[in-house]
C-alpha cells in the first residue's frame, strides 16, 4: 500500500531525540556503499574511519583536542539559533579571534604567563566579538541578511589574515613561508602531561554546561528561546529583539573567537594561512546534530572530530582521498535535514479505493 506524509499537529519529542540517531546509521550505510565503490572493503574502511581512532591513548587526546573547538563554536551558534538569528560565520569569527590574540602574543613576545596569557584569550574573545558585531549592527541597522553577512565576513576574514601572515607579520626566520613566528611560552595555551590534550579541551565542556544553565534557567535564556519561538509574543511581552540579536551575536562571535586563539596558541602555535579546516561550518552540523542544546554539542562535537581523524587515518591505511572527511559531513547533514521530517511529519498508509464494480440491473 502507498503511503504519504501528513502532518503531526504537534511536535514528536521521541523523533526530536531519535532523528539524529537514524541520520548517524543512515550515514554509516551509505558510507559503507560509497567504501566499497572506491574498491576499499566496506567493514575495513568503517573500522579505520570510526573505530581505530579511539582505540589508543593518544586517538583519544587527538579527539578532545579536536572537538575542543567544535563545541566552542557549535555552543554559540546554538544560542544564536535558539534566539532565530542565523550566524553561519563561526569561521570568520575564528579566524578573527585569533588574528586578535595572535597578534598581541607577537608584539609581546617576553611577557610573562600568568599575567598575559588571560589577555592574550580576552584579545581573542573580543576580536570574535568585534566580527560578529558587523553582522549584528548591518541587520539591526540596514536589515541586512545575517546568513549573508556573516557567511561573507568569513571570507574578509580569510584574506586579512594571509595579508597578515604574507605580509608585515611574516617570520623572517620562516624561509618566506605564509606564517607567523612561533608564540612564545607566556603566550602558549598549556596542555597536560604527556598528551596533546590541552587548556582548551577541558574549557569547552565547561562553556557548554554554562551555557546550558544560562538558557534553561536565566530570564535571558527564557527572553531568547520566546523570541526564537513566537516572536509576536516576545514583542508583546516588551522583549527588546535588538538587544537580545546583540548578546545571541556577540556570544556566539565570542567564543568562536575564544576557539580561535586557543586553537593557534595551543597545537598550533602560531599564525598560518591554514589555522581551521573549515570549524566554523562543520560546528553548524555539530550544533543541529546536538539538537541545539549544550549538552547535545558536546556528543555531536565528538563524533564531527572523530570524522577528521577518521579522513587522515583512512588517508593514510587505506590510501583514501581526503575529500572522504567532508563527504562523511555532507551526508551526515543531508540525512539529519531529511530525517528532521519526522518530528512534525508521520507515514500515513493509504488505501487504495476498491474498484467499483458496475453491473446493469435486470428487469
Not at 569561521?91 to 617576553?110: E, K, M, R, Y
Not at 592574550?120 to 536589515?143: P, Q, R
Not at 551575536?249 to 596558541?265: P, Q
Request: net charge positive; charged share 10%.
Amino acid at each position: 500500500m502507498p503511503y504519504r506524509l501528513e502532518p503531526r499537529g504537534e511536535r514528536s519529542q521521541l523523533w526530536s531525540y531519535a532523528s539524529p540517531v537514524l541520520a548517524v546509521v543512515l550515514t554509516i550505510v551509505t558510507m559503507g556503499v560509497l567504501f566499497a565503490i572506491l574498491g576499499t572493503p566496506p567493514l575495513t574502511a568503517i573500522e579505520t574511519f570510526l573505530i581505530s581512532p579511539l582505540l589508543t591513548v593518544s586517538g583519544l587526546a587527538s579527539l578532545a583536542v579536536r572537538a575542543a573547538p567544535l563545541i566552542m563554536i557549535a555552543v554559540g551558534l546554538s544560542f544564536c539559533y535558539r534566539a532565530n538569528v542565523w550566524n553561519i560565520g563561526g569561521d570568520g569569527q575564528f579566524t578573527l579571534g585569533a588574528i586578535a590574540g595572535g597578534g598581541l602574543a607577537l608584539f609581546f613576545p617576553n611577557a610573562a604567563f600568568w599575567w598575559f596569557y588571560p589577555i592574550v584569550l580576552v584579545a581573542g574573545v573580543l576580536g570574535g566579538m568585534f566580527w560578529a558585531g558587523i553582522v549584528a549592527f548591518l541587520k539591526l541597522k540596514f536589515n541586512a541578511n545575517e546568513i549573508l553577512t556573516s557567511l561573507m565576513l568569513v571570507y574578509i576574514a580569510q584574506l586579512v589574515l594571509t595579508w597578515l601572515v604574507t605580509g608585515p607579520w611574516r617570520d623572517p626566520m620562516g624561509y618566506g613561508f605564509p606564517q607567523s613566528a612561533m608564540f612564545s611560552a607566556g603566550a602558549t595555551t598549556p596542555d597536560f602531561g604527556t598528551t596533546s590534550i590541552h587548556l582548551g579541551c577541558v574549557l569547552a565542556p565547561v562553556i557548554a554546561i554554562i551555557l546550558w544553565q544560562v538558557m534553561e534557567r536565566s530570564v535571558l535564556g527564557f527572553q531568547l528561546r520566546v523570541v526564537g519561538q513566537a516572536p509576536r509574543a516576545a514583542r508583546f511581552a516588551g522583549f527588546s529583539n535588538a538587544k537580545l540579536t546583540w548578546i545571541a551575536l556577540l556570544v556566539s562571535g565570542g567564543l568562536s573567537g575564544l576557539a580561535g586563539i586557543i586553537e593557534v596558541t595551543g597545537p598550533i602555535g602560531q599564525l598560518t594561512t591554514e589555522i581551521t579546516p573549515g570549524y566554523g561550518f562543520t560546528a553548524v552540523i555539530v550544533a543541529f546534530l546536538g539538537r541545539l542544546h549544550p549538552i547535545g554539542v558536546i556528543f555531536a562535537g565528538l563524533l564531527l572530530a572523530l570524522s577528521y581523524l577518521g579522513g587522515d587515518a583512512a588517508q593514510i591505511n587505506l590510501h583514501l582521498p581526503n575529500a572522504i572527511t567532508g563527504i562523511f559531513q555532507g551526508v551526515l547533514l543531508f540525512y539529519l535535514l531529511g530525517a528532521d521530517v519526522l518530528i512534525l511529519h508521520r507515514f500515513k498508509r493509504v488505501r487504495a479505493p476498491a474498484p467499483m464494480v458496475l453491473a446493469e440491473s435486470v428487469k
